[in-house]
């Protein structure tokens, strides 16, 4: 209904606008004689109002068509919000209310944050004409640094084929008392690894660790060593951690109302483990122009210490080359060869690759580096 009002009063404003535009245009290009000389001439008032008619439409259709742009939004009653001092490591979260102000449904498509201490959340995706909805940012303040920080969140979203971006800000003043190191982590790894994290408070009244604990059960989280002013917490990525890269979290509980959770973001990339490793795992050889480049022994060794048998070794560089034998016990044997005379300049970079099919089926990749100078 508010649609096709506006389209009509639209038609109607136009066809009046270029209507008396016309009028004025003819009025002003060829104006009538005076049929007494002894008459003023009515034409210049004639004009200007026949002028300021079309101008007075034109600013009432502009502001029409500004208004019908504006419903089509969502609209954020705060889209700018300013929270005043926090303490680095004590909660911050806000909601951003908003609405859909448009006569059709709008599909929230993505949400980008400027910072990776920000999570935000949306319930939905889609909204109704007239629904509304709010959208939960959270910071975390342990990664920030101290003074005066921003933060933006950009909502884009869709409706029918329109699709617009509406920027969020969330500001805050950061006070620093306690140091949490590393505030976040990020572990690579194919076998179990540890690592420390250590809370530092001076206050005359320090906080105490209570608690600790993990959001996945193979990262085990302990409560370590303390002092009067250090605690430290140790956490270690068991062999049961499942591959690929997971986005974890390690709450640090603490007998302080205003840090009562501090939160350490922890990445973690499992790599699938091998099943068979190279010791040494590059190669790097030098040699005198005109001598002999020296070759370098290689040892390939099961994890479970079971024999290892190749079937090939090929090359990327025909420079390079080489050979194996079974041993000693049950690893095997790579000599690497590089022939300088096929060394074109003076250093060349290369990968052997090594394929076995005891423990089981694979291969593994050996880095060579030589230098002819």
Request: proline letters at 8%; glycine letters at 6%; charged letters at 20%.
């Amino acid at each position: 209904m508010f649609s096709r009002v506006g389209r009509t009063f639209s038609a109607l404003v136009g066809q009046k606008l270029l209507t008396g535009v016309g009028r004025t245009f003819l009025s002003v290009r060829q104006p009538r004689k005076n049929l007494c000389p002894h008459q003023g001439s009515s034409e210049p008032g004639a004009s200007a109002t026949g002028l300021a008619a079309p101008l007075a439409a034109l600013l009432l259709l502009a502001a029409f068509c500004g208004t019908s742009a504006r419903a089509g939004e969502l609209t954020f009653p705060q889209p700018d919000v300013n929270v005043g001092e926090v303490y680095a490591g004590a909660a911050l979260a806000r909601a951003f209310p908003f609405a859909n102000g448009s006569p059709e449904p709008v599909e929230v498509t993505d949400i980008r944050a400027s910072c990776g201490c920000l999570t935000p959340r949306l319930d939905k995706r889609l909204y109704q004409p007239g629904e509304k909805g709010s959208i939960r940012l959270e910071v975390n303040t342990l990664t920030q640094p101290a003074g005066l920080q921003s933060w933006r969140l950009d909502v884009i979203y869709r409706r029918g084929k329109i699709e617009q971006t509406r920027s969020l800000w969330l500001r805050a003043h950061i006070l620093r008392e306690i140091m949490v190191e590393p505030a976040a982590l990020a572990l690579t790894a194919d076998r179990a690894i540890a690592h420390t994290i250590t809370i530092t408070d001076h206050r005359p009244r320090p906080l105490r660790v209570t608690a600790v604990r993990s959001s996945a059960p193979a990262l085990h989280v302990t409560v370590g060593e303390s002092t009067r002013t250090t605690t430290q917490v140790k956490l270690a990525v068991g062999d049961d951690f499942p591959p690929g890269r997971h986005e974890e979290t390690v709450s640090i509980y603490t007998d302080d109302a205003r840090y009562s959770e501090l939160r350490v973001p922890v990445t973690i990339n499992r790599r699938p483990r091998e099943p068979v490793v190279a010791r040494p795992a590059a190669v790097e050889l030098a040699a005198a122009p005109a001598e002999p480049v020296p070759s370098r022994i290689v040892l390939l060794q099961s994890r479970d210490d079971a024999p290892v048998i190749v079937d090939r070794i090929t090359s990327d560089n025909p420079a390079v080359s080489a050979r194996w034998a079974p041993g000693p016990g049950n690893m095997s044997t790579v000599r690497v060869l590089v022939d300088g005379t096929r060394v074109h300049g003076s250093a060349l970079k290369t990968l052997l690759h090594v394929y076995f099919h005891q423990p089981a089926q694979g291969e593994i990749a050996i880095a060579v580096s030589c230098s002819v100078d």
